[in-house]
């Protein structure tokens, strides 16, 4: 339980710092074209592509992209460091899980965006439970290995 976490919590440490890097230096409108120009070639979905980011929006997610980035930091370290860093989890899982419900927020208030982000939305409102169900189990284990030391 323990491994598949700290996979988890890596994997999702390097991507949120990825994606913030990417948005920070290269703009909302380029990582999100190209993001969705790779999930095209992926799935094979071949509706239209979202179209310019205005420069406010582009300006507000640079500035989130600081705050995402750090998100990630903090996973990494916490996947690396997983021992001791355990209780931090269900914080971190709580924090992805509330991006997920304001995704859902928007979906729910202005329709549909391009499938990459419906995709999205499905990891942001899975991954926290998956994350917290191992987390429980991992807990368990270092419980019970203590209690058996004792």
């Known amino acids: 339980m323990l491994n598949a976490l700290r996979i988890c919590l890596l994997v999702l440490g390097v991507s949120a710092v990825a994606i913030a890097l990417s948005?920070?230096?290269?703009g909302a409108g380029f990582t999100g074209?190209?993001?969705e120009s790779l999930f095209d070639l992926v799935s094979g979905w071949r509706g239209p592509a979202?179209?310019?980011w205005p420069a406010t929006m582009d300006s507000e997610l640079r500035f989130y992209a600081a705050l995402w980035g750090a998100f990630g930091v903090v996973v990494l370290r916490t996947g690396m460091s997983?021992?001791?860093?355990l209780p931090q989890v269900p914080w971190l899982a709580a924090i992805f899980f509330a991006g997920g419900v304001g995704r859902l927020l928007s979906r729910l208030s202005l329709g549909a965006p391009h499938p990459l982000f419906t995709a999205l939305l499905v990891i942001e409102v899975s991954l926290p439970v998956i994350m917290m169900?191992?987390?429980?189990?991992?807990?368990?284990?270092?419980?019970?290995?203590?209690d058996r030391s004792a």
């Not at 948005?23 to 290269?26: E, G, K, M, N, P």
């Not at 997983?82 to 860093?85: G, H, Y």
């Open 23 to 26: 948005i920070f230096c290269f």
């Open 33 to 35: 074209a190209w993001a």
């Open 50 to 52: 979202t179209g310019a």
């Open 82 to 85: 997983l021992k001791t860093r």
């Open 133 to 146: 169900a191992l987390w429980a189990g991992a807990t368990a284990s270092i419980a019970e290995r203590v």
